[in-house]
């Protein structure tokens, strides 16, 4: 599965974005998706994911109820939502799929960069 992130950009801090990112290869197969980041100098840290049918959703503690994770299968598409964003937002957001019953996640995709200014 090879696995193509955009969306990313400037914005000032109570803004919003919406980050896609567009699964292509072998996507018949049940993915969770999920979305990380990294800020600078920082450890990846795990941002949110959906399970393959959408019915079910996890958060990082501290962008739950401003990010929502949607996807879209028959695009192969999982999009980040982002609203009320602050400048601890900033960092590069990935995102990464992995078999439903598979505990790490296998596939990565490049990574696109989230600046929020205050």
């Known amino acids: 599965v090879q696995l193509q992130a955009s969306g990313g950009g400037l914005v000032q801090a109570g803004g919003s974005l919406r980050l896609s990112c567009a699964a292509s290869?072998?996507?018949?197969?049940?993915?969770?998706m999920g979305w990380f980041r990294q800020a600078p100098g920082k450890e990846r840290e795990f941002v949110a994911a959906i399970s393959w049918s959408g019915s079910s959703t996890v958060y990082l503690v501290s962008v739950k109820g401003r990010f929502t994770i949607s996807r879209d299968n028959a695009k192969n598409t999982v999009y980040l939502q982002m609203n009320s964003l602050k400048p601890e937002d900033t960092a590069v957001y990935y995102c990464a799929a992995r078999g439903d019953h598979e505990p790490e996640y296998n596939y990565w995709g490049q990574g696109t960069l989230v600046t929020v200014s205050s």
């Open positions: 290869g072998r996507t018949s197969s049940n993915y969770v």
